[in-house]
C-alpha cells in the first residue's frame, strides 16, 4: 500500500512539473550543424564550448572558418571583484565576484545571427585574511563555475538563430 502511495505521488510531481514547463537539461537541438569558435587557441572558454556543444547539441565545432555555418566570436571579458561589507577595521569581510562576457554570432559573411550579448555571472565569497591561500583558491573555483554557466547560456542562446530566407 505505501508503494502504490509512492508511486502515486511520483507520478502527481512529473505530472505537476510537466505541466509547468519544466524538463531536464538533455540534448540541444541547434539550428547549425558546424560552429567555428572564434577564439585564442588555448582559450579555456573555447575549450569549455566545445566540449558541451560536443555533449549536448547536434552542431559540431570546426577549425576551418571556411566550413561553418555559424562562427561566434567572443567580443569581450571581465572579471570584478567589488567588497559588499567591511569588519570592525575596515578590512573586506565579504566581497561580490562578478564574470561578465560579451559575444556575437556571425554567418561566415559577417551578416550578425545573434548581434552583441552580455552575459553577467555574480557569486559573493566571505574572506578572511587567516585563510588566504584558501580563499584565493575558492575565489579561482567560483571563476570557473560562473564560466561554465555562462557558456551553457551562450550555447542556449545559439538554439535563437534565425536564418532569413533569401530573397527572390
Request: hydrophobic share 45%; charged share 25%; with cysteine.
Amino acid at each position: 500500500m505505501r508503494r502504490r502511495a509512492l508511486l502515486t505521488a511520483a507520478a502527481s510531481a512529473a505530472v505537476a512539473l510537466g505541466g509547468c514547463g519544466f524538463q531536464l537539461r538533455g540534448a540541444q537541438t541547434l539550428p547549425i550543424d558546424t560552429l567555428f569558435l572564434a577564439l585564442p587557441v588555448n582559450s579555456p572558454l573555447g575549450a569549455e564550448i566545445t566540449r558541451v556543444v560536443r555533449a549536448s547539441t547536434n552542431a559540431v565545432v570546426v577549425t576551418d572558418r571556411k566550413k561553418a555555418q555559424a562562427i561566434f566570436e567572443l567580443l569581450g571579458e571581465s572579471r570584478e571583484r567589488e567588497v559588499l561589507s567591511i569588519n570592525a577595521q575596515g578590512r573586506a569581510r565579504e566581497y561580490q565576484l562578478r564574470l561578465r562576457s560579451t559575444f556575437r554570432v556571425t554567418d561566415p559573411s559577417g551578416i550578425e545571427l545573434i548581434a552583441p550579448t552580455t552575459l553577467t555571472a555574480r557569486r559573493d565569497i566571505a574572506f578572511n585574511e587567516s585563510e588566504l591561500l584558501a580563499k584565493e583558491s575558492e575565489e579561482a573555483m567560483l571563476y570557473r563555475d560562473m564560466q561554465s554557466d555562462l557558456v551553457r547560456q551562450m550555447v542556449t542562446r545559439l538554439q535563437g538563430i534565425r536564418f532569413d530566407a533569401a530573397p527572390g
